[in-house]
């Protein structure tokens, strides 16, 4: 089993920034990629920025230049960095990982989403 945490949402003013990160645990011998998705209220989960294969990113086109994704490899873990939020950037940020968890099988792994609120 792979276990995904968020952490890092809350309230935060247009204009300022957060830094999200998202730690993996349990049966992991490397990770593939990462990504962040977010959905906002009545919205469809869209993916935000990620980490394929070969250590690309890519990004929504709504958050380049704004947000900026990066791993730490040694901690299963993975940050977005977020600066000049706008009220469109209120949604839950879930975190998604590709992980392989042994040499035979391999598991998409999401976590439960953590909050953010932008917002005077």
């Known amino acids: 089993q792979v276990q995904l945490v968020e952490s890092g949402g809350g309230l935060v003013q247009p204009g300022g920034s957060l830094r999200l990160s998202c730690a993996a645990s349990?049966?992991?011998?490397?990770?593939?990629?990462w990504g962040w998705y977010r959905q906002a209220p009545g919205k469809q989960r869209e993916l935000v920025a990620s980490?394929?294969?070969?250590?690309?990113?890519n990004y929504a086109d709504s958050v380049k230049d704004r947000f900026t994704i990066s791993r730490d490899n040694a901690k299963n873990t993975v940050y977005l960095e977020m600066n000049s939020l706008k009220s469109d950037d209120t949604a839950v940020y879930f975190c998604n990982a590709d992980v392989r968890a042994t040499l035979y099988s391999r598991v998409n792994a999401w976590g439960k989403g953590t909050l953010v609120t932008v917002s005077s």
């Open positions: 980490f394929t294969s070969g250590s690309r990113t």
């Open positions: 349990g049966s992991i011998l490397s990770i593939n990629a």
